[in-house]
């Protein structure tokens, strides 16, 4: 089972490292003394009963988290030059400065916002709840392009929601094809959102299984999500002037969950 549990989900290698996947440089942006913060996953099923929720309250996390699911040489190499490719064209967004972003800059950060979006799936060491494919993750250590994914990112300055990282995942399979189970049964998600908050950067990333599944959603029912939303991934604008207009709490909150609750209502 290609789950990470025993090599580098990136690239297979043993052994595996403390990664933090948050750096110090990140954590200054989120308060880790007084706040709590909310993470969510959830994984929709057809059946409502075959639904899994789980959220938890942690103060900072998964800013201080240890993941251990990556090896050293992923960690100090490609994973480390991402980072730092992404870091000066981040700390503005953070920060809710005024910046020009080029395509270039709006492809480094939708790199690292992708890398972080792997990478942080296994934060709940649930096998079950993990929705992107080992071929994705080999395909982006390989540096080749992804298919069927897209990012969008937008200010946000958190007035009472308290979300931080929100994972949702769902199993979208034909209805003519027997879907691949859980451990537990149940059909194993291939498509998936996630949002995550750091200081002033509200960050989306969703993939799945079918082009027309992520290249057809448009965020449909979501109309204010297309006027706030800005795509980095694939890139569409040439350039983007930021801070655009800042997301409400409600708007966080509906945009984080907008697929989930779309997929599931086809019934
Ligand atoms: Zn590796």
Not at 30 to 39: D, E, G, I, L, M
Not at 115 to 121: F, H, L, N, P, V
Not at 134 to 147: H, S
């Amino acid at each position: 089972m290609a789950t990470g549990q025993h090599g580098c989900i990136f690239c297979g290698n043993k052994p595996l490292t403390k990664e933090h996947i948050w750096c110090q440089w990140i954590t200054e942006y989120v308060s880790r003394t007084t706040n709590k913060y909310a993470f969510g996953h959830v994984v929709a099923h057809k059946k409502p009963e075959d639904n899994i929720e789980r959220s938890s309250l942690r103060a900072g996390d998964p800013i201080g988290a240890n993941v251990r699911v990556v090896c050293g040489p992923c960690n100090n190499e490609w994973m480390s030059q991402l980072q730092e490719k992404a870091k000066p064209h981040l700390i503005p967004l953070f920060k809710g400065e005024t910046v020009w972003l080029k395509k270039s800059a709006q492809a480094a950060i939708a790199d690292w916002i992708i890398m972080a979006t792997m990478t942080a799936e296994y934060i709940q060491r649930d096998p079950s709840m993990i929705a992107i494919s080992q071929t994705d993750r080999n395909k982006f250590f390989e540096r080749k392009p992804l298919a069927n994914w897209k990012v969008w990112i937008a200010p946000f300055q958190r007035k009472h929601w308290i979300g931080q990282w929100v994972h949702t995942s769902v199993p979208i399979y034909p209805s003519e094809d027997v879907p691949p189970l859980t451990s537990d049964g149940r059909p194993r998600p291939n498509a998936q959102n996630t949002t995550f908050v750091i200081g002033q950067l509200y960050a989306h990333a969703m993939n799945g299984p079918y082009p027309n599944i992520v290249h057809d959603w448009e965020w449909r029912g979501t109309e204010r999500a297309r006027h706030l939303l800005r795509q980095v991934f694939p890139t569409v604008y040439r350039d983007i002037a930021w801070p655009t207009s800042y997301l409400t709490d409600a708007d966080a909150i509906t945009f984080a969950t907008a697929f989930n609750d779309y997929v599931s209502g086809l019934g």
